[in-house]
């Protein structure tokens, strides 16, 4: 199991810099937000729990301890995400991803639940 969550923790930590980054520059992200009702520094603020979800899960193959709060701010922010998607009754195809990030995420706070 030790590659699986391996390669878990290296693809959510690269999806959520990734995706953290498009909050400070797309226009799709602005114009999402903006859909979703919220004040565009939430955006931003968005973005910086995204970065920070992301930086920590990769340093984590240095200090465990990171990797479990990384994964703590993803597992968060996927709510997050999923909870915005069905408040605006998106359809499903629209939060597959974000579905699919936070199973993930949660499955890696449980593996490293005991490293806070």
């Excluded at 930590?13 to 498009?22: C, R, W």
């Excluded at 979703?36 to 520094?41: A, N, R």
């Amino acid at each position: 199991m030790g590659t699986v969550v391996f390669i878990i923790q290296i693809l959510l930590g690269l999806a959520f810099l990734f995706f953290g980054l498009m909050k400070f520059g797309s226009k799709q992200m602005t114009e999402e937000f903006a859909r979703y009702g919220y004040p565009q520094w939430f955006r931003v603020v968005t973005g910086i729990v995204e970065l920070a979800a992301g930086v920590l899960l990769l340093a984590g193959f240095w200090h465990d301890q990171l990797t479990a709060w990384g994964s703590l701010l993803a597992t968060l922010c996927m709510i997050g995400a999923v909870v915005t998607h069905l408040k605006v009754k998106d359809a499903a195809a629209k939060f597959t991803t974000p579905a699919v990030l936070l199973i993930l995420s949660a499955f890696l706070l449980y593996v490293n639940s005991g490293n806070f």
